[in-house]
């Protein structure tokens, strides 16, 4: 039937379909700063700040610029010492993406193949969101200002295989 010679095998064969799908939890971090409140000398990295209370909200009703996390969890460390807080102890936002192509080919002759195709990148339009601002002397500490990844994108194409 699909591999006829007829009008209905020009029409309904020769199709491709093909789709990627990626899925990812968020990545881990902590709440810390690059100030030196332990006095150790510059260069010493990050240092945590102390978890005071519950440093999770619900994400459900997250949305643009809203906060991802309790900041009111965390708290300075007295000067001279570290904070306390267990590493990684939040997530940034996960990411998904659904990419998907549709061809169709055209038979010329027996050494030639005409292709069209229609791709698209992101098609739900689902937006991905950046990670959260972790350092607690920032303007936008526990805000997600920014997203990843594209809008929909779709592209269309011919190709000539010879």
Do not use: C
């Amino acid at each position: 039937f699909l591999r006829g010679s007829g009008w209905l095998h020009h029409i309904i064969g020769n199709w491709e379909i093909s789709g990627i799908n990626q899925f990812q939890s968020g990545a881990p971090f902590s709440v810390r700063t690059g100030n030196d409140i332990a006095g150790v000398g510059s260069g010493s990295g990050s240092q945590f700040y102390n978890l005071v209370g519950d440093p999770y909200i619900d994400p459900t009703g997250f949305t643009d610029s809203a906060v991802w996390f309790n900041k009111a969890a965390f708290a300075r460390p007295a000067a001279g010492t570290f904070g306390k807080q267990p590493k990684n102890l939040l997530y940034n936002p996960s990411f998904w993406s659904w990419d998907m192509g549709l061809r169709k080919n055209f038979v010329v002759t027996e050494h030639q193949k005409l292709q069209a195709r229609w791709e698209v990148f992101n098609v739900p339009n689902h937006p991905n969101w950046g990670g959260a601002d972790a350092n607690p002397t920032s303007g936008t500490f526990g805000l997600v200002t920014g997203k990843t990844g594209d809008r929909r994108v779709m592209q269309l194409a011919l190709k000539y295989f010879f």
